[in-house]
């Protein structure tokens, strides 16, 4: 039985959902330059930022859901006699259908595009208008630390990262596409997957533990501009 026209159609929709990815990090730019030139106590452009940044990850979250049911019943589909394919599209609509009907606010707030959000939109405000001394001084202490702990440099690919992930467990980074392609390969090996930078002792890393760091991709970017107009 082939499912080419099946697969064709999943494949459009990963291309689809790498468009949303990049979509959320040019509003989380956006919504940082807004953060750091923010006069007053007027956020509203900032809320329409979040909205933006919630209906992004929800797109995203369903085309995760509907690829994820669409290769479970094509695999079951494909167990099954050659007259159970008339059924395929009935089955992955109901599933499909169960799986948004469960999927809460709550579950978009923890997308991590979402949290990267407001991280990132907090640590611009704090740098934009600190509220007292003792909040600046956590600010310039923040400001040391990613200027001379957090290597730019992706200790897998040991190339500048493009997109920067954080590890909420070891707080040490990596570029998004090598340590998802590293996590991926270990689980194909039934292996967990150490985090890569020398004397760590997370021995297990995982996608869900990984937030992207936009902070330090902005950072990235702009000594990079600045390193083309020298």
């Known amino acids: 039985m082939s499912f080419g026209a099946v697969n064709a159609a999943v494949s459009s929709l990963k291309s689809c959902q790498a468009d949303f990815g990049t979509a959320?990090?040019?509003?989380t730019d956006v919504a940082m330059d807004l953060a750091e030139?923010?006069?007053g106590d007027d956020d509203s452009a900032l809320r329409q930022m979040e909205a933006m940044i919630r209906e992004c990850a929800r797109q995203d979250t369903e085309i995760n859901f509907f690829v994820d049911t669409v290769q479970q019943v094509t695999a079951e589909v494909n167990q099954q006699p050659p007259e159970a394919m008339f059924s395929l599209a009935a089955r992955v609509k109901e599933r499909f259908t169960e799986r948004i009907a469960r999927l809460s606010d709550s579950d978009l707030q923890n997308h991590p595009k979402v949290l990267a959000f407001k991280d990132s939109i907090?640590?611009?405000l704090n740098?934009?208008?600190p509220e007292s001394a003792?909040?600046?001084e956590e600010v310039d202490e923040d400001i040391a630390v990613t200027q001379t702990q957090?290597?730019?440099?992706?200790?897998l690919t040991q190339v500048e990262m493009v997109n920067p992930m954080k590890n909420k467990?070891?707080?040490h980074h990596y570029d998004e596409e090598a340590i998802l392609s590293l996590i991926k390969k270990r689980h194909s090996q039934k292996k967990k997957c150490r985090c890569p930078v020398v004397g760590c002792e997370n021995g297990d890393v995982v996608k869900a533990d990984l937030v992207p760091d936009q902070m330090l991709r902005r950072k990235i970017q702009s000594q990079k501009r600045q390193g083309n107009r020298t």
């Open 24 to 27: 959320m990090d040019i509003v």
């Open 37 to 39: 030139a923010r006069e």
């Open 122 to 124: 907090r640590d611009s």
């Open 127 to 129: 740098q934009a208008n």
């Open 134 to 136: 003792e909040n600046m």
């Open 150 to 155: 957090v290597n730019l440099t992706c200790p």
């Open 169 to 171: 467990k070891c707080n």
